[in-house]
């Protein structure tokens, strides 16, 4: 990946390759946020995406049986919480929470099952270099030679966009994440666009998950998340709920993520851990500074977020 | 066009014998309803008359204990909002229902069963803003919904009600939070709607608002009908007296008293609600030593605000505040406590108690710093528990287990525990806000004699109530809120009950008319 | 059609609370069992050598304690916040700059006497801490920003910021990434019994004041008044903002705590993995306990229990590690499930179809 690359560039294409799965996540999360649900059980459903990815992908000796097996565990995995936050009405906070450990335990427990630990990784998904555009002066080395998921990821923030702002579902998912009883009167079934968000969350988690063992770092490691769903939460944040957004946010994020042993390899003078910080400083910042301004109403979070919706059924 | 003779057609609604009865009050108690097509028809009665059960009976929020509702000549029963809109009945609001963040075409949008897949915002937008034209007003279709003003947002939700198809409308006291050009505006839409066959309801208390826009008037009063006129039939003197009625049934009231030294001072308070909206537009206002002063009034006329900016839970935007003869617009209600200003609040469940907390926690609540419950930084839990027993005795409140969370206890309990706290500090001055609402007659009895009992220890006490028959029985002045200011005071024996029931209502002597303010 | 429905209820009664805590316990114990059995171990010999391990010997018991204490102190400062309706997601990195601030005070000024050296960590610690809490605490009180967001996103300053100093500044002599050995005057003195050390005295100090402070203070009192009813408590003159400032700097000294607890009295320095979850894993002792600081005691004793327990029959069983993972997630998400019946009613009745009426 570094072969032929001045620094700048190099950081650039880690940048898109580490942002990928942070990216997949923060979209998922946003679509789930969006209708009102919050899931901090993200890095569970990213390690479980990861673990069966790698395991399936083995065992078909396919990258799509791989792919598909993620997205799968991850929907699998959130609908439980679908089920704790939607029907049975319980705190979502800690109902993520739980899902978090749970997914943290099962996935190891699955690594170790099919001892996923020593194999080696038989496939990952390579870059592939786009014909046109990656002779791009400059830009074009770095950015456009990404493997398959990459482009995946980063093409699914506009569609994200187009879906939650230009589409009929999307007006409703909207509708629920603001006001579910306005929603409810005019005829939206909130309990079911909920489900179908937090669902979506799950596979866009879980394939996140599976970018890391089959793309990042193809192989399996026990929590090698190491946080990164987390990451994509505060994402979420930084991005004001917009994939857009969200997904410069990504490429800032990766960039820090690869600065780590290339600034340590120049010596510069900045420690690099204080870089490190920057992120997430900067959206404490920045969420600070949104909530005084105008552009308090843009950049906050959809007025339901995080509860629970009970119908009045008035006798 | 509209139906001159409505016998020959078809009503457009026909409500019959509606009985709903909620926990201790029969909130409609056999009432009956027409609604004719293409008619302005505007439905009157004080708070608790039975207008807003009624309507929220026809949008779909409850579901009648007993009666009949027919749409168009056909039975129905309408069993929830969506229910509702799908049979044409659209209801606005006095809140608005818009969701903040989307644009007006987004709200309108989510309301049309015929949308397509993609959302095209564009197309939206322009049907919005034909429709709008239709009747003759503006409105940006492409604008978030939290930039509108109250009047335009209401608009928007009626663009999105026609859009929807509704023939039935419900307006819901929509001229409450509207500046008078406004106003005007709305009645022209409304008689554009009007003249193409849509029915509307229009609930109101504003008299000369009524007689602009109504074709027919149903006069409601303790959840019966007890008129049906033409518009030009009546006048606002006659509905006045309709409105409020008799009221033979109020309580011997006791000897009235004249006050001593002023211990509340209100001069020129202006103050903003909620929404931004001017709430107190210059209220004057005097209390003595040893009276009770009574303000009357409709709820939402700025009684809220008026608790808040006394208990200092509100800040003036102009005006002076004394208390005692200290000036205290912009203390604390810390400090207004510390001088001396007991509030027994309008909301008790929310406001006046911490519902999940015991009855020891919840009357120790202004005591927690003082001896014998607080020492310092500690809190005795012995004192704390013999000062409670005290109270419950004193006032025999009903308490099971003091460890029980409140909200388990009647709404007469809590509202003595309540008034228990308040008046153990020995208060110079006490704050009644509703306080008997919802009470039953036994609770509401020793309540107001608590009342009385303060006054007559020197205390000053503002009762504010939309019960008139109280008002009357305890104050020994008697002012009425209407938009925000106060009337003159009046003392008891000169307080007609016809004249309160026309300030209310923003007429008659001493009132004051809101004419080209903006 | 009947179906069921959902009705509010007042009032669970005592009976009620037991009845759907032991099913819910019961479901999770299945489940964690189904997963052992995958194994191809016994479930009831597992769950019976857990107990036996993390309460039956001596050495196990020690284990169990020395687990408990960092749970305990996190489990406190995030039930603190839970009075008030706070959540401190952040007890994790409160927990880190604790352990750094107290590591800084016993690797930077040498030549202390013991009392010297535990009063100045236990105030730096307590300090960081704190510090840690109070300024999600100000966003919030000022700026209404979710405290939920701020704690969580500095939990990775605070991990950063360790590193630093543990890859810089206080760099180990042999040159891993982990610090010396602390003078000895500086760590908690052991008590004999396995790896119990005198923070054990700490955290039973700390659960008793918080009792203390909760009930028998004018604080303790608002705090209980704001979390309860925030609009009540304005009426009744109590200040807010200060409150939430003073709430979450207090959560944050506590999970403070448990960092110096656990550098000066297990390890001795800054161990390589200083994130061991505890502050994760306090939110949901925190949320067990009901937010009771007596509970959280008891909770954060029991999850000790499941740790330790969980590592001997790893050892013994060979039952993996990663099935207390799974069986602690699934404690928390049956009783999650069973809190529905604790506050709704399920009630049969007529479905209520919301459609129907034809278009006007």
């Not at chain 1, 603001?178 to 596979?203: F, N, Q, W």
């Not at chain 2, 229910?83 to 209801?91: D, F, P, R, T, W």
């Not at chain 2, 009747?135 to 209401?154: K, N």
């Amino acid at each position: 990946m570094d072969s032929g690359l001045g620094f700048v560039q190099a950081v650039l294409a880690a940048a898109v390759d580490q942002g990928a799965p942070l990216l997949l996540v923060a979209l998922g999360e946003i679509i789930s946020e969006r209708a009102g649900v919050l899931n901090l059980g993200a890095e569970g459903m990213m390690l479980m995406g990861a673990v069966c990815g790698f395991a399936a992908c083995g065992a078909g000796s396919s990258l799509l049986a791989g792919v598909a097996a993620a997205m799968l565990a991850g929907g699998l995995f959130s609908l439980a919480h679908a089920v704790l936050s939607v029907t049975f009405r319980a705190n979502q906070i800690v109902s993520g929470l739980a899902l978090s450990i749970l997914g943290l335990g099962l996935s190891s427990f699955i690594g170790e099952r099919m001892d996923l630990i020593l194999q080696p990784a038989a496939l990952g998904f390579t870059a592939i270099e786009i014909p046109l555009l990656s002779r791009l002066p400059f830009l074009g080395p770095a950015l456009f030679r990404q493997n398959l998921l990459a482009y995946a990821a980063y093409a699914l923030a506009p569609a994200t966009w187009f879906f939650l702002f230009r589409t009929r579902l999307g007006l409703c998912i909207r509708a629920v994440g603001e006001s579910p009883a306005t929603a409810d009167v005019t005829g939206v079934r909130v309990a079911a666009v909920r489900y179908l968000c937090v669902t979506l969350g799950g596979i866009l988690a879980g394939l996140g998950g599976a970018y890391l063992s089959l793309a990042l770092s193809p192989g399996w490691k026990e929590q090698m998340t190491a946080g990164r769903g987390w990451v994509a939460l505060a994402l979420v944040i930084f991005g004001a709920w917009h994939p857009g957004r969200a997904a410069l946010g990504a490429l800032l994020f990766g960039a820090l993520y690869s600065l780590d042993t290339r600034m340590q390899a120049r010596g510069t003078v900045i420690p690099v851990q204080f870089l490190q910080m920057i992120p997430y400083i900067g959206t404490i910042v920045f969420l600070s500074v949104a909530q005084r301004g105008s552009s308090r109403r843009a950049a906050s979070a959809p007025e339901a977020l995080g509860r629970p919706y009970f119908r009045e059924e008035k006798e | 066009m509209r139906n001159g003779d409505g016998s020959i057609d078809a009503l457009a609604v026909r409500m019959r014998g509606i009985r709903k009865r909620f926990p201790g009050v029969a909130a409609a108690d056999g009432v009956d309803f027409d609604l004719r097509r293409g008619e302005i028809h505007t439905l009157l009665g004080e708070n608790g008359a039975g207008k807003s059960t009624l309507m929220q009976i026809l949008s779909g929020l409850y579901r009648p204990d007993a009666g009949e509702i027919e749409i168009d000549g056909r039975p129905v029963a309408i069993r929830s909002p969506r229910n509702a809109l799908a049979l044409g009945i659209g209801m606005l609001h006095q809140h608005s229902m818009l969701i903040p963040r989307h644009t007006v075409a987004e709200n309108a949008a989510l309301l049309m069963p015929d949308l397509s897949f993609l959302y095209r915002a564009r197309e939206i937008e322009r049907r919005v803003a034909e429709t709008a034209q239709r009747y003759g007003f503006a409105v940006d279709p492409g604008a978030p919904a939290w930039q509108l003003s109250v009047g335009e947002q209401q608009r928007a939700e009626i663009v999105a009600l026609l859009l929807r198809r509704a023939r039935i409308l419900i307006l819901d006291e929509p001229t409450a939070v509207l500046a008078p050009a406004e106003i005007r505006s709305l009645f022209a839409v409304m008689r554009g709607l009007a003249a193409e066959g849509r029915s509307i309801v229009f609930i109101s208390h504003k008299l000369d608002e009524v007689m602009e826009i109504s074709d027919r008037i149903t006069v409601l009063r303790k959840g019966r009908r007890v008129a049906v006129l033409d518009r030009a039939a009546t006048s606002e003197r006659a509905l006045a007296r309709l409105m409020v009625g008799r009221g033979c049934d109020a309580p011997a009231p006791a000897a009235a008293r004249t006050g001593g030294l002023p211990v509340v001072e209100l001069r020129g308070i202006e103050a903003f609600g909620d929404r931004g909206a001017p709430a107190l537009r210059g209220v004057d206002l005097d209390l003595r030593c040893g009276e009770i002063l009574g303000i009357a009034g409709v709820s939402g006329n700025g009684q809220r605000e008026l608790e808040q900016v006394l208990t200092g839970l509100r800040k003036p935007s102009a005006g002076r505040y004394r208390l005692l003869g200290r000036e205290m617009s912009a203390a604390s209600p810390a400090a207004i406590i510390a001088r001396g200003l007991a509030c027994i609040p309008g909301d008790r469940s929310r406001v006046g108690t911490a519902a999940g907390l015991g009855a020891v926690e919840n009357l120790i609540l202004k005591r927690r710093r003082l001896p014998p419950v607080g020492a310092g930084i500690l809190l005795r839990a012995g004192e704390a528990e013999e000062w409670a027993r005290e109270l419950i005795e004193r006032y025999s409140i009903s308490v099971p287990d003091l460890r029980l969370p409140v909200r388990l206890l009647s709404g007469g309990n809590l509202q003595k525990i309540v008034l228990a706290r308040e008046l153990a500090s020995g208060p110079r001055a006490l704050l009644a806000v509703h306080p008997t609402r919802g009470l039953d007659i036994g609770a509401a009895g020793e309540v107001r004699a608590a009342l009385l009992t303060m006054r007559d220890c020197g205390a000053a006490v503002l009762l504010i109530s939309e019960d008139l028959d109280e008002i009357l029985a305890l104050g020994d002045r008697v002012a009425v809120m209407h938009r925000g200011r106060l009337s003159g005071a009046m003392r008891r024996g000169e307080a007609h009950r016809e004249t309160i029931g026309l300030l209310m209502t923003g007429q008659g002597p001493g009132a004051e008319r809101v004419e080209a303010e903006g | 059609m009947i179906v069921p429905a959902l009705e509010k209820r007042l009032q669970a009664t005592r009976p009620l609370r037991a009845a759907v805590t032991l099913g819910s316990l019961a479901l999770a114990l299945l489940l964690g069992g189904a997963v052992i059995a995958a194994v191809g171990v016994n479930p009831l010999d597992a769950y019976a050598a857990l107990c036996r391990g993390a309460f039956g010997t001596r050495y196990g018991l020690a284990e169990t304690t020395v687990k408990a204490i960092p749970l305990l102190f996190c489990g406190l400062s995030v039930s603190l916040a839970l009075r008030m309706r706070l959540w401190n997601i952040g007890a994790e990195g409160q927990y880190v700059a604790g352990a750094l601030a107290a590591s800084l005070v016993a690797l930077g000024i040498p030549g202390f006497g013991r009392p010297a050296y535990f009063v100045l960590m236990l105030l730096a610690s307590f300090a960081a801490g704190a510090l840690w809490g109070a300024v999600p605490g100000l966003l919030r009180a000022r700026l209404n920003v979710s405290e939920i967001i701020t704690t969580l996103l500095l939990n990775w300053v605070a991990i950063y910021l360790v590193q630093f100093f543990v890859y810089g500044p206080l760099r180990g002599a042999d040159g891993f990434p982990f610090t010396s050995p602390f003078p000895p005057a500086a760590c908690l003195a052991q008590l004999g019994w396995g790896r119990v050390h005198a923070g054990i005295f700490l955290a039973a100090a700390a659960v008793l004041a918080l009792r203390f402070a909760l009930e028998r203070t004018v604080w303790g009192y608002e705090v209980r008044v704001i979390g309860d009813s925030p609009e009540c408590a304005r009426y009744a003159g109590m200040a807010i903002g200060r409150n939430i400032v003073a709430v979450m700097a207090a959560a944050g000294g506590l999970a403070g705590l448990a960092g110096f607890c656990q550098v000066a009295g297990v390890e001795c320095r800054i161990p390589r993995e200083i994130f061991a979850q505890y502050g994760y894993t306090a939110i949901i002792v925190a949320w067990l306990a009901r937010a009771r600081p007596l509970g959280v005691a008891l909770v954060a004793f029991l999850f000790g229990g499941l740790l330790t327990g969980g590592e001997m029959i790893q050892i013994d069983l060979g039952v993996p590690i990663s099935a207390i993972n799974i069986l602690t997630g699934s404690i928390l998400f049956f009783l999650l499930a069973g809190d529905l019946f604790l506050d709704y009613r399920v009630v049969m009745r007529r479905a209520v179809s919301s459609r129907g009426g034809a278009d006007g």
